[in-house]
């Protein structure tokens, strides 16, 4: 199984500030098709998590463009440029070029 | 707008089972690609598996803590998913959820349904 890993595990931003969360896979995400499915997914408090990017740096519908997602082979980062309170919350990185699916343990981003 | 509504979680005793039910709307079901997700009570996401449209061959696959004991199925009549769970150990205890698969990845979530495994 391809293993993610996350980093940081916990992020404390302030309002305005930037953040970026860095996710690394045991093996490269290069599908045979030529695609990397890595997708990021923002999960709120109490609430399912929701897509942000996938395919490593295609923003979901309705998502902001303060999220941004860059990387290739297996290391990857979601940045956001700009924190809001709304964003505060845990997010995954997944992968979803082999299966099993495999997500990472999961970043806490909070307000300083 | 795209719809799954989780149903059939509860309480039951380790070794017991459960079938778990995804209602889905707002799109054509029997084209979608369907896959459940699970989180522990303060813990990460975990894939549990999905099964792909009957057009794709549908055909599923697990991830390996549930292989053998978890079965995914899927009713294109009825726009329903589903997930039987068997042999149900205390740590199967998580939130259960039903999303589509598309692009490699869960674009859409449901709310979950609880399953609890407790003596």
């Known amino acids: 199984d391809i293993v993610m890993t996350q980093t940081p595990l916990s992020s404390p931003v302030t309002l305005g500030q930037p953040a970026s969360i860095s996710c690394r896979s045991s093996?490269?995400?290069?599908?045979?098709?030529?695609?990397?499915?890595l997708s990021w997914l923002q999960q709120r408090p109490g609430q399912p998590p929701r897509l942000l990017i996938y395919?490593?740096?295609n923003r979901f519908s309705g998502v902001p463009d303060r999220f941004s997602g860059s990387g290739a082979g297996t290391d990857f980062t979601l940045k956001i440029s700009r924190v809001e309170a709304g964003d505060v919350g845990v997010y995954y990185c997944?992968?979803?070029?082999?299966?099993?699916?495999?997500f990472g343990q999961g970043t806490k981003l909070e307000i300083k | 707008e795209v719809q799954l509504v989780e149903s059939g979680g509860g309480l039951v005793k380790p070794g017991g089972s459960l079938r778990l039910s995804c209602a889905a709307s707002?799109?054509?079901?029997?084209?979608?690609?369907m896959s459940w997700v699970r989180q522990a009570p303060g813990k990460g996401l975990e894939w549990v598996g999905l099964?792909?449209?009957?057009?794709?061959?549908?055909?599923?696959d697990y991830a390996t803590p549930v292989k053998g004991r978890f079965t995914i199925s899927r009713d294109d009549s009825k726009n329903t998913l589903f997930l039987q769970v068997n042999s149900l150990k205390t740590e199967d205890t998580a939130v259960y959820y039903c999303?589509?698969?598309?692009?490699?990845?869960?674009?859409?979530w449901g709310q979950g349904t609880l399953v609890t495994v407790s003596s």
């Open positions: 999303t589509t698969l598309w692009a490699g990845t869960s674009d859409n």
């Open positions: 707002g799109f054509t079901f029997s084209n979608a690609w």
């Open positions: 099964i792909k449209s009957k057009t794709d061959g549908g055909t599923t």
């Open positions: 093996q490269s995400l290069v599908h045979r098709d030529g695609n990397t499915y």
């Open positions: 395919k490593i740096s």
């Open positions: 997944m992968q979803g070029t082999q299966s099993p699916y495999t």
